[in-house]
């Protein structure tokens, strides 16, 4: 929970554990001073209080309001949430963490943490502030609240078709983009915390459902499941003709999966541990969700665990570094449940850190279930006193050459000439000297594959993009050798559409990462951004991982440089089995866990 400066108001809550603090919100107009008084209450079914989710902003920017009766500091962006929750006639009784809780004691902002699952759950609602309009204006933002309620009551055939013939196809196409650039500028729908706030509602994707929350944009409302139906029309449904579009933003899927999860675990449906648990929580909210506090990538998800109480060493203690508390629940992970996919959840960005304990800033293309089980050939050791992770690998190859990272920048008019630019720059550094073949470069169709392979196995779309199915059959223009004859005008034009439309596909997946190639001529992608390989770097499997890695010679043992994706594994290349079953875990898993049966390896430590 971020934390800021401010003369505290608060009087001790009881030692009993059920007292809350509430916020009663004073009604006046919207431009009146706002003014607000705390009460105490017992945390119980019933209890008379809506429960409010929003992001603080930055917290060194604040403005007053009168709490108690003094001056106190808040956000802007809470303050002007607190002017349009305001009524004019009647005071509101809220609970709001930067105001209920008393920021300045370490010891209760740990303690009171647990006790955020109940304070949601038991909610009378969750009003979701999502911020005033800016960048849009009021009425933006309703016509992009109505286009969503006018989808979600979209229920039969009938319905539908009255819809279209109202609205049309290319004004429902323009309300959806206008839908999207909306929920990109609201910082909720990445912020951690959220994700624990809506998952313990009873029925937050419930469309007809009292219990479920309501997003606020200034003085409009809209019910939180409303978004999930919009997807539902245009992704999961496309029968009737319609068109398949992308999720409207991939964190509300994985808000989703994680919901639908919490309640078969709470049911007693799905069978796991606390570390698996963890383990499957975390894997889905990596590089989705930020916290400004690095504890809280953790602690914000306790309530979802279902463990009562927590062992010692995962209650939340903020006198404790982010980088002690990070160790502790990696280490908990891997000797609870032997579960080494965990190692590639870490955007090596964090000082300090043991290269094999995961910050969960980077997200992996390789999930991990909520009962997921150590393969058998897993062998694991955490060396405390050192602050090393004994493990056993099978090397694969060695780094020979550093390639270039793809980096963008100008307008989009350059977008062609940007990537033409990192492919020559790429078959310069990687492949010089390699014998030229006549039609498609050899080198140009390898490295092709690779970045869509790495692509589509990373994208949180229900189904895959068109332009990635055509790109594997028509590799651009720029993959002929300099000797290849000039196409004609039409092909040209067909081939410059469909690049930009890869091009674009692509940036966002592709963009700062580093290009390598191996001893054994395979082509390989750093999967961390910005994290440059070296020659000489090894390329292995790290036995109950699932993934390629680059370690570095460190001391007696290694370090972690990053995972990384190659267009080989073992004797088959990408072009051997296709595109989609590559990108796929299931020959991922198959090759992964052949190899570590028929090759002893060796065993390291890594630091």
């Known amino acids: 929970m971020e934390t800021f400066q401010g003369a505290s108001p608060h009087r001790p809550l009881d030692g009993n554990g059920k007292e809350i603090r509430i916020v009663k919100l004073l009604p006046n107009t919207f431009s009146a001073p706002v003014e607000c008084e705390l009460e105490h209450i017992i945390l119980k079914p019933g209890a008379d209080y809506e429960a409010v989710s929003y992001c603080w902003g930055d917290a060194s920017i604040t403005t007053p309001i009168l709490l ?19 009524r004019e006639d009647s005071p509101r009784r809220l609970w ?18 647990l006790k955020m699952r109940d304070i949601y759950k038991l909610a009378q609602n969750v009003l979701i502030w999502l911020g005033d309009y800016h960048p849009f204006t009021r009425l933006d933002v309703k016509r992009i609240f109505d286009y969503v309620a006018n989808l979600a009551i979209c229920s039969t055939e009938e319905q539908d078709a009255t819809l279209i013939r109202s609205t049309g196809y290319d004004e429902l196409w323009r309300m959806q983009s206008r839908l999207q650039e909306f929920v990109r500028t609201r910082a909720w729908f990445q912020r951690m915390w959220v994700v624990q706030e809506v998952s313990v509602r009873p029925a ?23 978004l999930r139906a919009v997807d539902e029309y245009w992704v999961n449904n496309t029968e009737d003709k319609r068109v398949g579009l992308p999720p409207i933003c991939p964190s509300l899927a994985r808000m989703s999966t994680i919901w639908f999860g919490h309640q078969r675990i709470a049911s007693g449906e799905q069978e796991s541990t606390l570390a698996q648990r963890l383990a ?45 508390v990070l160790i502790e629940y990696a280490s908990f992970v891997i000797v609870n449940s032997g579960i080494l996919t965990i190692l590639q959840y870490n955007s090596m960005q964090t000082e300090g850190l043991p290269t094999w304990v995961p910050d969960w800033r980077h997200d992996s293309w390789c999930p991990i279930v909520p009962a997921a089980k150590a393969h058998s050939k897993t062998r694991v050791r ?37 990537w033409s630019d990192f492919f020559l720059e790429a078959e310069e550094s990687l492949f010089k000297g390699a014998p030229p073949v006549w039609g498609y470069s050899s080198f140009g169709k390898s490295l092709w594959q690779l970045l869509l392979a790495f692509d589509l196995s990373r994208q949180d779309l229900h189904e895959p993009g068109w332009h990635l199915g055509a790109a594997e059959h028509a590799p651009p223009f720029l993959f002929w050798e300099r000797s290849a004859v000039e196409d004609s005008g039409t092909t040209s034009e067909m081939q410059d559409f469909l690049l930009e439309e890869i091009f674009t596909a692509l940036q966002a997946t592709v963009s700062r990462k580093f290009l390598f190639r191996g001893l054994d001529d395979s082509i390989g992608i750093m999967c961390q951004p910005n994290v440059e390989p070296r020659a000489g770097d090894m390329v292995c499997t790290i036995k109950g991982s699932y993934a390629d890695f680059v370690l570095r010679k460190y001391s007696d043992g290694y370090k972690i440089i990053g995972c990384c994706e190659r267009g080989k594994r073992g004797d088959l290349a990408i072009g051997d089995i296709g595109l989609h079953r590559w990108a796929g875990t299931t020959h991922l898993h ?18």
């Not at 001056?71 to 305001?86: C, D, Q």
Request: with cysteine; proline share 6%; charged share 20%.
């Open 590 to 607: 198959a090759f992964y866990e052949q190899l570590w049966t028929i090759v002893d390896g060796c065993r390291i430590l890594i630091y």
């Open 204 to 226: 937050p994707y419930m469309k007809d459902s009292a219990a479920s929350p309501n997003l606020i944009c200034g003085d409009l409302v809209l019910p939180f499941p409303y």
């Open 382 to 418: 955490i060396l405390r006193e050192i602050g090393a992770l004994e493990v056993d690998i099978v090397a694969l190859t060695e780094i020979s050459r550093v390639g270039p990272r793809l980096k963008l920048h100008g307008s989009a008019d350059d977008l062609t000439n940007t």
């Open 68 to 86: 108690n009766g003094k001056s106190y500091p808040v956000t802007l962006n809470l303050f002007a949430g607190l002017k349009y929750l305001r």
């Open 96 to 113: 709001v963490d930067s105001l209920c809780i008393n920021q300045q004691e370490i010891v209760e902002r740990s303690r009171e943490i």
């Open 280 to 324: 499957w929580i975390l894997a889905l909210v990596a590089g989705r969700f930020h916290a400004t506090d690095q504890r809280d990538i953790v602690y914000a998800l306790l309530g979802l665990l279902d463990a009562d109480p927590l062992p010692a060493e995962l209650v939340p203690d903020y006198s404790k570094s982010p980088t002690e």
